[in-house]
């Protein structure tokens, strides 16, 4: 089973690498960008069988060492 | 209009990231994970109006900056 993790910014954080992604697509001449943030996505394979106990489990991975819970949010997704 | 853009490694190239990860996350006592893959995801502010028109102009942004079309894949979702 695989789960797919996605981890942002909380909104309000300051995005400076979303930022420099937006000045310098605007300096290759794509213009109409009005703001850029950055994340990380995680692809988890996962041995469990049981999509539930399975988020539960990526949740508390996640809490422990994928994100930063302080600045980051996270979405979980089992696929 | 937000596009959102997915960015993971090609399938055969290796992510010693994603395998940090993994490795992490058993010494925390994460059991079950076999695998790990760490991507990035972009979301982008859009002014433009047209979803069509606006897929092509990010997929021109991941081809030019957003991508290493050698090494990585992407996918472009407009939200």
Do not use: F, W
Request: aromatic share 2%; charged share 25%; with cysteine.
């Amino acid at each position: 089973m695989k789960a797919r993790v996605t981890i942002m910014l909380k909104d309000g954080v300051l995005d400076p690498q979303g930022e420099a992604i937006r000045h310098a697509l605007g300096g290759l001449g794509h213009q109409g960008v009005a703001g850029v943030r950055q994340g990380k996505l995680i692809e988890l394979d996962l041995e469990s069988t049981d999509p539930e106990t399975a988020k539960v489990e990526v949740a508390r991975m996640c809490e422990g060492l994928l994100a930063n819970t302080v600045i980051e949010k996270y979405s979980v997704e089992i696929v």
